[in-house]
């Protein structure tokens, strides 16, 4: 699970048919001060995160899954949260 | 799940049987600048993504299991998505 | 599973159900010689770890969802103990 | 799934019994131009590849497990291929 | 599948109760020429191995909950080989 940012929408015409209507995002895994740190993430969104918001994004295919209602997805990135804060006090 | 650009293909007699048929191609993860990030996975592509074409790829042994029909495939990267357009605007 | 140091919380009021009441930390992987290595991970806490703490954290589905007691949680890291001492004598 | 190229055999006599008479190699993920990039994965090897080979290697636990033949076994890397030719023409 | 290098021991006090009586190791994946390479990580070790040992690590969820014989467990990477030599002929 990595604190992320988020950076820009990708779309996807032709695509496994479970991510049909869903949002799609790229998200950088950030440090605790803000820094980008490894690569970024393309992640399932269905909390409506904004550009440049600080998420908590997870990998696990069961809950991804069961969040897109499919047992056969390939989908594993989904936001599982929307940063109001973090402390020690760097600004989101 | 990474946004990944097409960067060749593999061929390869010697293999496991599940994969008997499938194209393999490498991707190379990157930002979304278009960067290269971190280490390129070899994926199973069922979508006919040409060089240097941006794609979605995603690691699930349960899904690409169920892709290739056999549940002793050991395949677990998948392209899920060929990238139409991204957000910011940078060129795909 | 890393050794790691608590960098900070993460509040999110817009998150997954099965979050709901857990602690969220950051932690940040950490050498022998307590430098930093990698990604930092957000992970769920029910050990009480103190800013600054050595832990150990650990990354799976199945030990997460039991933990949050939610067969639907995308949660995956979780502080399964606080360090106490290690040997060669690096002082925690 | 890596693009990898053979480094070397290592020997364990003291080993999981579902490792007996497996031969494990260490493979180096390379790039499509052949530079080596990440971590070496040690990966059971059931084709015969020769040293300096490139092969594509696969982290999944189901998998290994079956091709072991041992439900408990905690492989998880093996090589799936033997690249014959890669296209564009990196010479293999 | 890591090729590592015993780097010391943990001890935690407060952990989950599947880890009681399990040594912890720290784990410093190694190249094939013994330089160290990524994030170091902490293993149960059921084998014994000595501190600069090289070892073989693996992480899968389901062997190590086996191996702790706690379906709950968070566990996930082992110990599960000790070097003997490898081949070409660095010393171990």
């Known amino acids: 699970m990595y604190l992320a940012r988020v950076e820009g929408n ?31 993430q393309v992640a399932i969104d269905g909390h409506g995160a904004a550009i440049h918001q600080r998420v908590i994004i997870s990998s696990d295919g069961l809950a991804a899954r069961k969040a897109v209602g499919d ?22």
């Open 10 to 40: 990708v779309t996807a015409t032709r695509k496994h048919p479970s991510l049909e209507s869903w949002r799609l995002v790229i998200c950088q895994p950030i440090s605790n001060s803000g820094e980008p740190e490894g690569v970024p």
């Open 71 to 92: 047992p056969r997805s390939p989908a594993r990135w989904i936001i599982i949260g929307i940063v109001d804060e973090k402390e020690p006090g760097v600004p989101v």
